[in-house]
């Protein structure tokens, strides 16, 4: 076996307190809004992971000054319109949201640049951001049209439009929002459901104007971000992994304190709820805008269950291979639908998790927009993580509730969005 593998015991018992590192999603916002705005921001238990590191070179590639020490950011920006043309190309890695986020902000400017990323980033989707941001008059080219990585950008003299997006995405949302503070008119942006709204609370929160109605979110062009200030709450999808542990493993007792509950991002919680789970909010509080809690959870006995509701599907799309390990162990079938967009994430996480689980001795099948899953004994095995943060942390979470080892391929691909994954998980498990 090669080094790249990660093998994973069974256990007796898992317990303790945890805390979970800061939120990859409000993380990037945050860099990415204290950019836009002219003066000093400070930022807080910001992620640092692959993922929020690509947004930072490629912020310090426009001329942004970017100061890290330990988790704590200070970013020092003349605004949006200090921006440089970059000398090279700029590159997001394994990252969606850079790309997709950055590509709002390039099309406001007048200059010319290009954003390419890693193969799995490349192989994936961005018409659903370059369309509308050459609806507002930006110049983008690249593979398939402006489909696909690299893309080139030569922006300046956008207007707002009235769009009406065709696929639910907080990523295209940001995009478009962001570039509408260096467009002109008004902006208004119509999800089909509606996403995390991290944004919309960051820029309201940084004097930003903006309402949202009906799914709709509308707000005049022109308007420049204040420098921020702000704390970056744990992110609920890293805290995911130890909540489906602590569900499936044969006892447990597992506490994750500071954990952003935003509406957009606790589907979970909701689906695993109607499974059978307890699990209990404590101490729940209001921190720089967003929704903070402690999450206690034990071992549940769960069922499977249908889930055939999009917004639920939206609200937990990151968290649906956790889920997927999670039905493994619950009796009875679980049906997953409505999720296609899981096929051009990091990965076609659709077919990776159901790999996984045949690899581990359970019976599932994909279906086009999701999977079947037979509830059963796990089995131990070898998984593939097909080099994605979520497929491995999934997987690696299945071994509390497995007779035998459990070997990831590719674990250190956690690196992308929870490099401590390890360690938390090594303090909580009791063989
Ligand atoms: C994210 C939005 C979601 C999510 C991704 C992070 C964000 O992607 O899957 O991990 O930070 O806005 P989509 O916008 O593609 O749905």
């Not at 790249?4 to 993380?27: C, H, T, W």
């Not at 004097?207 to 702000?230: F, R, Y």
């Amino acid at each position: 076996m090669n080094s790249n593998y990660v093998s994973f015991q069974p256990l007796e018992r898992l317990e303790g307190i945890i805390i979970v590192p800061g939120d990859k999603s409000i993380s990037h916002r945050a860099l990415f809004i204290s950019s836009l705005a002219s003066g000093i921001s400070r930022i807080n238990n910001i992620l640092i992971a692959e993922d929020v590191l690509s947004t930072i070179v490629c912020l310090r590639m426009l001329g942004v000054d970017i100061e890290l020490t330990g988790n704590s950011v200070v970013v020092k920006s003349g605004g949006i319109d200090s921006f440089k043309e970059p000398v090279g190309v700029l590159n997001a890695g394994n990252s969606g949201t850079t790309t997709r986020i950055i590509l709002g902000i390039l099309s406001t400017r007048n200059f010319f640049s290009v954003i390419t990323g890693d193969d799995s980033l490349s192989s994936r989707p961005m018409r659903r951001i370059t369309a509308p941001l050459m609806i507002m008059g930006a110049s983008i080219d690249g593979r398939d049209n402006g489909n696909y990585l690299p893309v080139s950008v030569r922006g300046g003299g956008l207007k707002g439009i009235n769009y009406n997006m065709p696929v639910a995405s907080a990523q295209v949302k940001t995009g478009l929002i962001l570039a509408s503070t260096g467009a002109k008119g008004v902006m208004s942006i119509k999800e089909p459901i509606s996403t995390r709204d991290h944004t919309e609370r960051m820029l309201k929160a940084s004097g930003v104007n903006l309402k949202t109605e009906d799914n709709t979110i509308e707000l005049s062009c022109s308007q420049k971000p204040l420098p921020l200030n702000t704390v970056i709450p744990g992110d609920f999808s890293s805290a995911a992994f130890f909540i489906g542990a602590a569900l499936i493993a044969k006892e447990s007792d597992v506490l994750i304190k500071g954990v952003g509950i935003n509406h957009g991002r606790t589907g979970l919680l909701d689906i695993v709820k109607s499974m059978g789970a307890k699990i209990e909010l404590l101490n729940e509080r209001y921190e720089t805008g967003e929704s903070v809690a402690d999450i206690h959870i034990k071992t549940a006995k769960l069922k499977g269950i249908v889930i055939d509701d999009k917004s639920l599907i939206v609200r937990s799309i990151d968290e649906i291979p956790v889920l997927a390990v999670i039905a493994a162990c619950a009796d009875g079938e679980t049906v997953i639908r409505h999720a296609e967009e899981l096929r051009v994430k990091e990965s076609d996480r659709i077919k990776a998790v159901v790999e996984g689980l045949t690899a581990l001795g359970i019976k599932a099948k994909e279906l086009d927009d999701g999977m079947v899953i037979q509830g059963g004994a796990i089995k131990g095995g070898t998984v593939d993580s097909h080099n994605d943060h979520r497929i491995a942390m999934a997987f690696a979470i299945s071994s509390v509730a497995s007779t035998k080892e459990v070997f990831i391929n590719d674990f250190n691909a956690v690196g992308i969005s929870f490099p401590e994954f390890m360690d938390i998980f090594n303090t909580l498990r009791h063989l």
